[in-house]
């Protein structure tokens, strides 16, 4: 396992959010530091979480609830593609339980799986925001995929191989 500790990089990067808050509030920054710590180390292990929190004067349990509330985080070694596929009502009523289905009979694997190739992990998402490009994906949690049918989503694995 890594260590927690984040690069001087990092630290950059969370003292700038850190920045947008008043100085006695630094904990407002918890999910940017998260986010730019998992940008960092692939995952957030507890010691990572641990770090942050430290960082930013706040209890680990404090940091932790956030991590594990959110599915952004990842608590478990993830894939370097992380897909993300949303089955929400109205994804789901547009294809995106289909979607899941194709990829999951792509990669073979299930939700919260990786392949061995350690290349993709398959995640079931909440509401993304976009219901009227359903179905929706998200890959690493920063880039959005519009109506994801099969030849889409064949395209979209082809270009991550």
Request: net charge negative; hydrophobic share 40%.
């Amino acid at each position: 396992m890594s260590s927690p500790e984040l690069s001087p990089e990092s630290l950059v990067k969370i003292d700038r959010e850190v920045a947008k808050y008043p100085a006695d509030q630094k904990q407002s920054a918890v999910m940017a530091a998260l986010a730019i710590a998992q940008d960092e180390k692939g995952w957030l292990p507890k010691e990572t979480i641990a770090a942050v929190a430290g960082y930013l004067g706040m209890p680990p349990i404090a940091a932790y609830e956030v991590a594990s509330f959110y599915n952004m985080y990842d608590l478990q070694p993830v894939g370097k593609y992380k897909l993300t596929v949303c089955t929400n009502l109205p994804c789901a009523l547009s294809g995106g339980v289909h979607a899941a289905d194709y990829v999951k009979e792509k990669l073979g694997i299930d939700f919260n799986e990786t392949t061995a190739d350690g290349k993709f992990t398959l995640k079931e998402g909440e509401c993304m925001g976009a219901c009227g490009d359903a179905p929706v994906m998200l890959v690493n949690n920063k880039r959005m995929c519009s109506f994801m049918l099969p030849e889409q989503i064949d395209k979209l694995l082809a270009e991550c191989k």
